[in-house]
Nanobody
Framework: QVQLVESGGGLVQSGGSLRLSCAAS????????VGWFRQVPGKEREGVSC????????NYADSVKGRFTISRDNAKNTVYLQMNGIKPEDAATYYC??????????WGQGTQVTVSS
């Protein structure tokens, strides 16, 4: 079964760090481009960061540039999002997704990040 499972969210103080994981099953995540997205109630889902499948190039939204780092461990079929210097505006449900040749893997349940100031 093709599946993505996000984990690693939780309650964090402003300025703190979290590492989110996106674990894939049923397919080889390493050949897919993978993106992290986030959504708060009442707003559209927005892209946070992405990493290509071929050469590992990364890209970041301006709002997280310099604070978040996306990486992948192909041996574990997992992509990570290291979040440092977390701000209150980073609070959201975070989702990952994978795309290859126009095919998007079904969305997972997401992982909630809550920020206390």
């Amino acid at each position: 079964q093709v599946q993505l499972v996000e984990s690693g969210g939780g309650l964090v103080q402003s300025g703190g760090s979290l590492r989110l994981s996106c674990a894939a099953s049923g397919f080889t995540l390493g050949v897919y481009a993978v993106g992290w997205f986030r959504q708060v109630p009442g707003k559209e889902r927005e892209g946070v960061s992405c990493i290509t499948g071929s050469d590992g190039r990364t890209n970041y939204a301006d709002s997280v540039k310099g604070r978040f780092t996306i990486s992948r461990d192909n041996a574990k079929n997992t992509v990570y999002l290291q979040m440092n210097g977390i701000k209150p505006e980073d609070a959201a449900t975070y989702y990952c997704n994978a795309i290859r040749f126009g095919y998007w893997v079904p969305w997972g349940q997401g992982t909630q990040v809550t920020v206390s100031s």
